[in-house]
């Protein structure tokens, strides 16, 4: 029965870890502006919870006799019982996001440690067990990554999109009472043998092997991080993205672990070169030039391999199972090693994503019988970095980068543009003398500020709010040096720090004429700002004849199918228009979506300024408990 029951044991406690990971990410996203360092500091979490249950269970692991570690483990079970039902409900405050986002995961309390020392302590369990394949049970963390590998391919597919996230909690509740009526059996109901204190076979481990485990953990997972801030900055900051990167890092472990690895590690060292340069190859190549889903699946694929060539080097070093515990402790230390560098330093260290090709490098050291080539590639890697960094340096007048992204500021050709990430967010020609054309507004309110050439659209006589989430986007566009719009254009404008839905809620009701929704990140989208509830806080802020006007323009999604779900629930009307912009008044082409209940000016946009009436059958409603991006992609389908 034991030969059954732990593998069932760490297939579901798996499931429960990497289920509750996108899902208190999806929570948390619409509380701290929708930007994807949310996840990565999430998972910096997540990895130092590891690391401390994984401590816990080498303590336990030293304990004499098995009835103490037995009774020690059971007791924190039942402690655990006290923190259900499972309930995330994080708040924002001021000060670090960093930080509130870590104090915030603290909720999750007893339940997280006890799935989160699962992995070891079954694994331990079972080696001091009766059963012939006790010397060597690393086959069962192919078991254990492969219940984590189908949650989260589950996650995005099925469960997010055919399940609100109260419901999901409340699934999650009942599923982790049933894997605690498993672990009892498996503690409580099997004969163990004495603890591996009293196991003289190879009883210490190295401060060398020590270092290899930990940096052959950082780098695949550090990898895995770069990965997903660049899939979820330039798409969409959701669970669907960030699965992705993760369930290849766990398809890893499950094939390089197998007893029988489906792909031969002779084979990833042949291939790993190939792979380590790919990236860079992308890196060099302008993002609008390759198709979104082909960049990504590029830089999946180098990842992938890299992650083969770690953990099977991992594999082939790892210790007989006395020192099984300790062998994980180090893997643990490496990830939040890794979470540590990419989500806290690295933000303050590069103004731009250098962490990715300076690991991509260190992979290279994994590669045993090439060890001429490491020098040279690693050279190359920085050398790649480096020049990278300095052909931007004649013509880049600012860099800033922090936890909502990198902007950068550069001139080109008599303008000032500035980019976030791989999308151009607004240029300035200077020279012109008059770049308002005057639209029509009384009392506006845009979220997003961008260049600030939105305060150009107005007259001198109206008043107009921008909300902005990132200061560092207020310092930029409010610097006469790199773009003048907030200085020479004519309203009377007030730039406010706060995130758009809290500013929208904190406005009086029907005081509004215009709402201007511009608060996309690069293609990333805030989904807590397209929801249900949402678009029901906007228009109560409008006046009866007032205006919601959204950028819905996008490289990856389209976005008009949920804007006219949330019209149709509030009985306004959706128009659509496509604008090709004006190079002169520092205007990209854009897609933008008009929703209103005044049917008089909807008539007249239609017969005068080229708008068209939505009538789609599509639409795909998003609220606070439900969203989901698949139906939305359009890589594959007709423009």
């Known amino acids: 029965m034991l030969q059954i029951i732990i593998p069932i044991g760490l297939f579901l406690s798996a499931c429960l870890l990497f289920v509750l990971q996108p899902m208190v990410g999806k929570v948390l996203l619409p509380v701290y502006g929708g930007t994807p360092a949310v996840w990565t500091v999430c998972m910096l979490f997540f990895q130092t919870v590891l690391l401390i249950a994984y ?80 010397r060597d049970p690393y086959f069962l963390y192919a078991a254990s990554n492969s219940g984590s590998l189908l949650a989260l391919l589950s996650y995005p597919w099925l469960i997010e999109r055919f399940s609100g996230i109260h419901s999901q909690f409340n699934v999650w509740n009942g599923l982790y009472c049933l894997y605690l009526v498993l672990l009892f059996l498996i503690l409580f109901r099997a004969r163990y043998e004495a603890s591996a204190v009293s196991d003289k076979r190879q009883n210490t481990i190295t401060k060398r092997q020590a270092l290899k485990w930990i940096g052959l953990s ?38 390089t ?37 082909l960049l990504i699946a590029t830089h999946l ?15 082939n070093s790892r210790p007989n199972a006395s020192q099984l515990t300790g062998f994980y402790f180090c893997l643990a230390l490496g990830g939040v090693l890794a979470g540590i560098f990419n989500g806290l330093l690295s933000p303050h260290l590069f103004v731009q994503a250098y962490e990715y090709p300076l690991v991509i490098a260190l992979t290279v050291f994994a590669i045993r019988p090439l060890r001429l080539w490491r020098i040279f590639v690693i050279l190359s890697i920085l050398a790649f970095v480096a020049i990278m960094s300095w052909s931007k340096a004649t013509t880049v007048l600012s860099q800033k980068r922090n936890f909502y992204g990198i902007k950068e500021v550069f001139s080109h050709a008599g303008a000032h543009v500035l980019m976030s990430q791989s999308t151009i967010h607004g240029f300035q020609v200077f020279g012109d003398e008059n770049p308002t054309d005057g639209a029509r507004a009384y009392y506006a309110r845009v979220l997003g500020l961008g260049t600030g050439i939105m305060a150009c659209q107005f007259r001198s006589q109206d008043q107009l709010k921008i909300v902005e989430i990132d200061q560092q986007v207020i310092d930029i566009a409010s610097n006469p040096n790199l773009f003048s719009y907030l200085r020479d254009c004519p309203p009377r404008t007030n730039v406010v720090l706060d995130d758009g ?94 929703l209103t209940t005044n049917e008089g000016l909807a008539s007249q946009l239609l017969s005068k300024q080229g708008w068209r009436f939505v009538a789609d059958a599509k639409a795909y409603l998003w609220t606070n408990d439900y969203s989901n991006l698949v139906p939305l992609l359009k890589w594959f389908q007709q423009a």
């Not at 000060?95 to 799935?115: C, D, Y």
């Not at 990898?223 to 369930?247: E, N």
């Not at 990833?268 to 190859?281: D, E, K, Q």
């Open 218 to 255: 950082f780098v695949p997972c550090s990898l895995m991080l770069s990965v997903t801030f660049y899939i979820s900055t330039d798409v969409a900051a959701t669970p669907l993205f960030w699965v992705l990167p993760l369930a290849l890092y766990l398809l890893s472990f499950v094939i």
């Open 501 to 594: 839905l809290l500013a929208v809620k904190k406005t009086q009701n029907t005081s509004l004429d215009l709402l201007v929704m511009d608060a996309f990140t690069s293609d990333a989208i805030p989904v807590h700002l397209l929801t249900l509830e949402a678009f029901t806080l906007y228009q109560k802020k409008i006046t009866p004849e007032g205006v919601i006007l959204v950028n819905i323009s996008n490289r990856h999604l389209r976005v008009l199918p949920v804007l006219t779900a949330a019209a149709r629930r509030l009985d306004m009307i959706v128009l659509h228009k496509q604008l090709n912009g004006d190079n002169r008044l520092g205007q990209l082409a854009s897609e933008w979506a008009l």
């Open 257 to 293: 672990f197998a007893q029988k690895p489906i792909i031969s590690h002779n084979l990833v060292l042949r291939v790993s070169l190939f792979f380590i340069v790919l990236p860079l190859i992308s890196f060099a190549a302008s993002a609008h030039s390759i198709p979104g889903y």
């Open 301 to 315: 694929a180098s990842f992938f391999v890299l992650a083969l060539l770690c953990h099977g080097e991992l594999v």
């Open 55 to 134: 401590a816990y269970v080498w303590g336990l692991s030293r304990l004499k006799g098995s009835f103490r570690w037995r009774m020690v483990h059971g007791c924190i079970c039942i402690l655990s019982l006290s923190s259900l039902p499972l309930v995330f409900s994080p708040s924002a405050t001021q000060g670090s996001p960093e930080t509130h986002i870590l104090l915030s995961l603290l909720q999750l309390g007893l339940p997280l440690f006890v799935i989160g020392s699962s992995a070891p302590l079954l694994q331990f369990a079972f080696s001091r067990s009766a059963l012939t394949r006790a």
